[in-house]
């Protein structure tokens, strides 16, 4: 195969006319030629942090829709469905995403649960991240969310990384807001990276120290414009990621979005692509190649250097979507899960109390991290109730492994007014969260999406919209297309319902994280991540 435009040149800056050349997947050759071809062919661009599940896709079905912006690879952390499934759900990722030729490169999740301070469907210890590691289909620790194991001295979290260095696989890092002597702790550990900075001044510290830093722009997480203006003095040392994307926004754009808002910025489109093409292929040692001789024939075609407008991909010289068609076909895939709770009544919800101020969290937009704010309790009949006017509203974390007692807290910024919206996509763990505007509404989202072993849903009396997971609880059975307009429908009803934030089921799905700080929501409890600990409802 031949093919020619003007060939983007990144490591040595300039753009020419020419044809590339290639056979059995690779480029034999890449030659200067006069021609009329305008068109722009460059490397392919790469998640340099995803987890894949939270597309709600399986790997084969993202691929489908990934390829079409231009997406030829990704460095993808399975521990969403390691956490229902254990080391067999990683395996499921990799055997799935095998079937189709976009290139996943799968990390070992190395914090399986994220903490003991709620309940998992698995757990992956350092046995397991050595065998793992030992696969070459495994190609780094994926993210050291445990910072507090790394800085003190955790055995079981030092033997994971020291089998990551025995196997010179890189370690991934996950330490929002670490500063300082903690910081400095944490790299000289061993990690490498991290997508978790919220501040210019954070991420100018970590990439001073010598990390990387992967700016992050996700459905819910939205750290590009903090961090975008260290890119042209730092180029050599970012990356560009999404971690969690959400499936309607995975279906208008990926990591080619953030190339173009960088270029429109002004920022030279060489530092750019860097970042997004070939930094990530160094860093983990990809088999993905970035337009040279004798790598692998992954590159796209594209209208301009502005907006980034894919108008083919090729993976290993196959052309795999083509004006916004992709050439990628279904594959049958399994449904495994692990779901086994009863269903709930209203009374289960209901929460007796004297407490005149209590703990509420306060999510925030665009950000994982939360706050805590302390407010009047709203009380009817000796029971604390979801108070709409204020817009502190009740929210449950549901134990979908077991039958076990519901952690119940309240939240501020969903605004809903009616109804109640639930997710089993709950990071880590996967439990079910839920927020409503009474008892009644909260079990009847509840006990639609264990009727379904999993999903999301918008409930409203007696209308009912969910999107069924049954893959693991997190994944749909379904195509990317039809599982984005599905989530788009429920995503519209959680706003018509009262919610303002733009991606309401992404951002509930990260309350009960308990690693990202601050208050947040286990099945066992509220929980501090500044004091690492449960704290009460009541504030005394």
Not at 22 to 29: F, L, M, Q
Not at 169 to 184: I, N
Not at 281 to 290: F, L, T
Not at 430 to 444: F, L, Y
Request: aromatic share 8%; charged share 25%.
């Amino acid at each position: 195969m031949q093919i020619q435009g003007q060939i983007v040149d990144i490591a040595n800056k300039k753009i020419f006319s020419g044809e590339i050349t290639v056979e059995n997947g690779k480029i034999i050759s890449i030659v200067a030629k006069e021609h009329q071809v305008k068109n722009y062919i460059l490397p392919g661009f790469i998640d340099a942090h995803i987890h894949i599940e939270s597309s709600m896709l399986v790997p084969s079905e993202f691929a489908k829709i990934a390829v079409l912006h231009g997406t030829t690879g990704t460095i993808s952390d399975p521990h969403e469905i390691a956490n229902v499934l254990g080391k067999e759900g990683v395996y499921y990722m990799i055997e799935n995403s095998k079937k189709v030729p976009l290139k996943f490169h799968f990390g070992a999740p190395s914090c399986v649960p994220a903490t003991f301070f709620e309940t998992a469907g698995a757990v992956i210890d350092a046995n397991d991240i050595k065998e793992l590691l030992a696969s070459p289909d495994i190609h780094y620790l994926a993210e050291m969310m445990n910072y507090p194991g790394v800085l003190f001295d955790d055995a079981e979290v030092l033997k994971k990384m020291e089998w990551a260095k025995h196997f010179n696989k890189p370690v991934d890092g996950h330490a929002p807001g670490l500063r300082g002597e903690p910081l400095q702790k944490y790299i000289a550990a061993g990690i490498t990276t991290d997508h978790e900075c919220f501040t210019y001044e954070e991420a100018s510290e970590k990439l001073a120290l010598g990390m990387k830093v992967i700016i992050r722009e996700g459905s819910a997480a939205k750290n590009f414009e903090a961090l975008i203006d260290l890119l042209p003095e730092h180029y050599e040392n970012m990356m560009f990621c999404s971690d969690d994307k959400h499936p309607d926004d995975l279906i208008v754009s990926h990591i080619n979005a953030l190339c173009a808002r960088a270029v429109k910025k002004g920022i030279d489109v060489f530092k750019v692509l860097q970042a997004a093409c070939i930094n990530p292929v160094h860093h983990y040692n990809m088999n993905v190649g970035i337009l040279r001789e004798d790598d692998f024939a992954d590159f796209i075609v594209v209208e301009d250097l502005v907006d980034f407008q894919v108008k083919q991909t090729y993976i290993n010289g196959v052309l795999v979507a083509e004006n916004g068609t992709s050439k990628i076909q279904d594959i049958h895939f399994e449904t495994p899960n692990n779901f086994s709770t009863s269903f709930k009544k209203p009374e289960d919800f209901e929460m007796k109390s004297s407490a005149k101020t209590i703990r509420v969290i306060e999510a925030l937009e665009g950000q994982l991290i939360t706050n805590e704010l302390h407010h009047n309790a709203f009380l009817k009949e000796g029971k604390l109730v979801s108070d709409t006017e204020n817009d502190i509203l009740k929210m449950a974390v549901v134990n979908r492994y077991e039958n076990a007692p519901i952690a119940v807290a309240f939240i501020k910024n969903f605004g809903l007014k009616e109804g109640a919206i639930a997710s089993s996509v709950a990071h880590d763990c996967h439990n079910i969260v839920v927020v409503g505007t009474s008892d009644e509404e909260i079990c009847s989202a509840v006990n639609l999406l264990i009727e379904n072993k999993g999903g999301v849903c918008a409930v409203n009396g007696a209308e009912k919209k969910v999107l069924s997971l049954p893959v693991a609880g997190i994944m749909s059975a379904k195509d990317g297309w039809e599982t984005g307009k599905l989530y788009q429908e429920i995503d519209a009803k959680a706003k018509a319902y009262g919610s303002t934030l733009h991606a309401p089921f992404m951002t509930l799905s990260f309350m009960a994280l308990l690693v990202i700080p601050d208050l947040k929501l286990s099945d066992k409890g509220l929980f501090s991540g500044n004091s690492f600990s449960f704290v009460d409802l009541q504030v005394e």
